[in-house]
T-cell receptor, first 114, second 113 residues
């Protein structure tokens, strides 16, 4: 596609439920990133995929968070047993290569845990 | 986060005036410095970037300057317009963080008409 596509755009879930957030990167981009942005805050790095390399999971805040990237393209971020503090906008970005290229961000998924 | 510091956190300017946002970084090996603009309800959008082999880059009303010795870079917006109102993030590719972009905390720019 022309840009990074994220779905759903909004998600309201009950505390304790699991959620899956989807990201379709730009075709041909080998690197994919997930960030979290709490209300009025900056960008918190979560996880990074580069080609077939093992993902960099150093930003995941707890073991309730996981992500996978199938076939080097679509990625899914899963949050298990959601808590109210998980409420935030989850942003996905992709780049042609890691190292010297800027990221193209999607519009994000706004997650609200009630 | 703390390896890229961004100032100010909020900035209000009168329409037509200039706005300057500054960032400092910690890793002297960093070689790529993009700036992003985020409008309400949207993802950040790349507006300009600079690599370490140049000191300044311009694109119409926006410019970025880089001082590698002092490890700081700045975004300059001239002749500001109401549509420039947004949150601006600087970033630096920090080798010590696995070659990923590390973002500043953001600057809320308000252009008053």
């Amino acid at each position: 596609g022309a840009g990074v596509s994220q779905s759903p755009s909004n998600k309201v879930t009950e505390k304790g439920k699991d959620v899956e957030l989807r990201c379709d990167p730009i075709s041909g981009h080998t690197a994919l990133y997930w960030y979290r942005q709490s209300l009025g805050q900056g960008l918190e790095f979560l996880i990074y995929f580069q080609g077939n390399s093992a993902p960099d999971k150093s930003g995941l805040p707890s073991d309730r968070f996981s992500a996978e990237r199938t076939g080097g393209s679509v990625s899914t971020l899963t949050i298990q047993r959601t808590q109210q503090e998980d409420s935030a906008v989850y942003l996905c970005a992709s780049s042609l290569l890691a190292g010297s290229h800027g990221y193209t961000f999607g519009s994000g998924t706004r997650l609200t845990v009630v | 986060g703390e390896n890229v510091e961004q100032h100010p956190s909020t900035l209000s300017v009168q329409e037509g005036d200039s706005a300057v946002i500054k960032c400092t970084y910690s890793d002297s090996a960093s070689n790529y410095f993009p700036w992003y603009k985020q409008e309400l309800g949207k993802g950040p959008q790349l507006i300009i970037d600079i690599r370490s082999n140049v000191g300044e880059k311009k694109d119409q009303r926006i410019a970025v300057t880089l001082n590698k010795t002092a490890k700081h870079f700045s975004l300059h917006i001239t002749e500001t317009q109401p549509e420039d109102s947004a949150v601006y993030f600087c970033a630096a590719r920090l080798m010590e963080y696995g070659n990923k972009l590390v973002f500043g905390a953001g600057t809320i720019l308000r252009v008053k008409s």
